[in-house]
Each structure stands twice: as C-alpha cells, then as structure tokens.
C-alpha cells in the first residue's frame, strides 16, 4: 500500500523535465507503482507538450549574434564533410609496441586512419 503520493507540483514539474534527477527517478518508480499518479503524468506531459508546441519563439536581442553563429556553424559543418572525404574508410591493421611497467607488449588496432595525424581511430584489440 502507498502511503505517499507526490504533489501536484512536483507531478507537473516531472512532466515537464525540470526535476533533479534524484527526485525524478523517485517519481518514476513511484508512478510505476502508482496508476493514479501515472495517469496525472500523462496528463501533465501531454499539457506541458501542448504548451511547448504554442509557445511562441523569444526574438534575439541582437539578430547579427545569430547570424554570425549561423555563418560559422556552416563552415564549421563544410570542413567536417570535406574531412569526411578525406578519411580512408577502408579497415587497417596497426600495431603499436607499448610498455607497461617495464614489460613490451604489441597491441593490434583495426579500422580507419586519421588523415591529420595518421593513428588509428578504432580501438584496440
């Protein structure tokens, strides 16, 4: 028998995603013991959803902010696929000699090759 059930307002601000993570997983394992309290989440997500989805967009102070992060995440997004073109993406064997504490070991890597400091990007086996 459950002899406690969370308020209304820490029901609604779970819905909404603004609970520390302590007390959110709290409420989600007392709403899966809890049809009642499972029943209002429903109700409050889908409220909280249907706000989110009206609200209405808060205009920038300074448009050319937003500009400016726009022009240089699309160069930064261009040189990323222009990379991309450039990696060889065929797999290759490496193997790398370390040493760990005083004993010499071979480690095998398998996959891709960074163009810019040709070592592996795959792990070890």
Same mark, same amino acid.
């Given at each position: &028998?459950?002899? !406690?059930?969370?308020?209304?307002? #820490?029901?609604? #601000?779970?819905?909404?995603?603004?609970l520390?993570?302590?007390?959110? #997983?709290?409420?989600? *394992?007392?709403?899966?013991?809890? +049809?009642?309290?499972?029943?209002?989440?429903?109700?409050?997500?889908l409220?909280?959803?249907?706000?989110?989805?009206? $609200?209405?967009?808060? *205009?920038?102070?300074?448009?050319?902010?937003?500009?400016?992060?726009?022009?240089?995440l699309? $160069?930064?997004?261009?040189? &990323? &696929?222009? &990379?991309?073109? $450039?990696?060889?993406?065929?797999?290759?064997?490496?193997?790398? $000699?370390v040493?760990?504490?005083?004993q +010499?070991? *071979?480690?095998?890597?398998?996959?891709?090759?960074?163009? *810019?400091?040709?070592?592996p #990007?795959? +792990? !070890? +086996?």
């Amino acid at each position: &028998m459950i002899n !406690y059930h969370p308020d209304e307002q #820490l029901l609604s #601000l779970h819905a909404k995603g603004e609970l520390p993570l302590s007390l959110s #997983l709290a409420v989600s *394992a007392h709403c899966e013991l809890c +049809r009642h309290c499972a029943d209002k989440i429903e109700q409050l997500t889908l409220v909280a959803a249907e706000n989110s989805l009206n $609200a209405q967009p808060t *205009a920038s102070l300074d448009s050319s902010i937003n500009e400016a992060m726009d022009a240089e995440l699309e $160069a930064m997004l261009n040189t &990323m &696929m222009q &990379m991309d073109d $450039a990696v060889d993406v065929s797999p290759k064997q490496t193997k790398v $000699a370390v040493k760990v504490k005083g004993q +010499r070991s *071979a480690i095998q890597f398998t996959g891709c090759i960074s163009p *810019a400091s040709r070592k592996p #990007l795959a +792990r !070890y +086996r």
